[in-house]
């Protein structure tokens, strides 16, 4: 899809032009039910990542850079384009928040998802964690969730705050950690 783009769209120089046809046509494909399936392996983040860097870098050089002189993090920035990984870590912290707010009805997911109630200082965190005795069990949706929700959790309300509120925290305190 990205070679759709670059080769429809070579009379394009206009950046947010650009970036419309990306996000329309090549981002949807990358993150369809990334809450199932996101990739945990750096190899497979790095290389959903590097379509994204090619898209900026074809950005680039249809605004008059050389390709490898393309500054892809100032361009990345000036487009607002945030990392493929964060828009999955946010979509997983939605999925929660739907989960827990029952705007998605599966009570077998959500029985699985334990809420804590705070007894001495030391424990923090909305939800309870549980041992994970593989590296793919830990990396499992659930236990995703409830990782991601646990470090949004100080700046959300789960039962009060609204889907923009969530969405706008979550990417705010997501971006902070990575």
Known sequence: MLGFISRFSRGINNPSALRSLYCSLVRQLLEYASPV???????????LE???????RLVGVRIGYNYPDVPVEALTAEL???TLSLRRDVADVLMLWKLVGAHVQCPDLL???GIRIPVNTRSSG???????STN?????PLARFVRLGNRVASECDFFADGLHQIRKRAT??????T
């Not at 590097?50 to 900026?56: G, K, V, Y």
């Open 111 to 113: 029985a699985e998802i």
């Open 126 to 132: 909305l939800f309870s964690r549980k041992y994970h």
């Open 172 to 177: 705010y305190v997501l971006s902070q950690h």
């Open 50 to 56: 590097a379509l994204q860097r090619r898209f900026i």
């Open 80 to 82: 607002n384009i945030p």
């Open 136 to 140: 793919y069990d830990f990396n499992s």
């Open 37 to 47: 399936w996101s990739p945990y392996t750096v190899g497979a983040r790095t290389r």
